[in-house]
Each structure stands twice: as structure tokens, then as C-alpha cells.
């Protein structure tokens, strides 16, 4: 009876430190707004990087007004700002 009584102590002790530190280990709201404005950031600049380079180039075209330019570097920022999200999400989480 006492062989029993120790395996159920030891198991419920150990139940007892895996939520303890579960609880430890979730993240707060705070971080967790960090992470998601970090998210936004990370897949808004790059659109905005490419809007900006992509109108500066298309001022630089001879024929005078275009978006070539501006449409292109607008779809490639779109691109790399969703694979800076994939990435951040895969690493981070």
C-alpha cells in the first residue's frame, strides 16, 4: 500500500511542476502585442520600401509618368514582407 501511495505522491508532484511551469512559460499580453505589431512591421516595410524605390525609379524614366516601376517593387515588397512573416513565425514560435 505504501509503494502505492509513493507512485501517486511522485505523480501528482510532478503533474504539480509541469503546470507551474507552464504557467511560467506562457507568454504575456504584452509580448505577445510586441510580437504581433513586430509582425506588422516586418511585412508593412518592405511594401513601403518598394512603393518609395519603385516611385523613384519611375521618375527617373524619361517618358515622364509611369508606375511600372512603382506596381513591380510594390508586389515584390508584398513578396518579401510575406516571407519575412513566414520566417518570423516559424523561428519565433
Known amino acids: 500500500m505504501d509503494n502505492q501511495h509513493g507512485k501517486l505522491k511522485r505523480s501528482v508532484e510532478e503533474r504539480i511542476k509541469r503546470k507551474e511551469k507552464a504557467d511560467m512559460e506562457r507568454p504575456t499580453l504584452m509580448a505577445q502585442t510586441v510580437y504581433l505589431g513586430t509582425l506588422g512591421l516586418v511585412f508593412v516595410l518592405p511594401v513601403i520600401a518598394g512603393a518609395y ?3 523613384w525609379l519611375d521618375e527617373l524614366s524619361p517618358k515622364g509618368f509611369s508606375i511600372h516601376w512603382t506596381m513591380t517593387c ?5 513578396f518579401v514582407g510575406a516571407i519575412n512573416v513566414y520566417f518570423l513565425m516559424r523561428g519565433g514560435s
Do not use: E, H, N
Open 53 to 55: 524605390i519603385g516611385q
Open 74 to 78: 510594390i508586389f515584390i515588397g508584398l
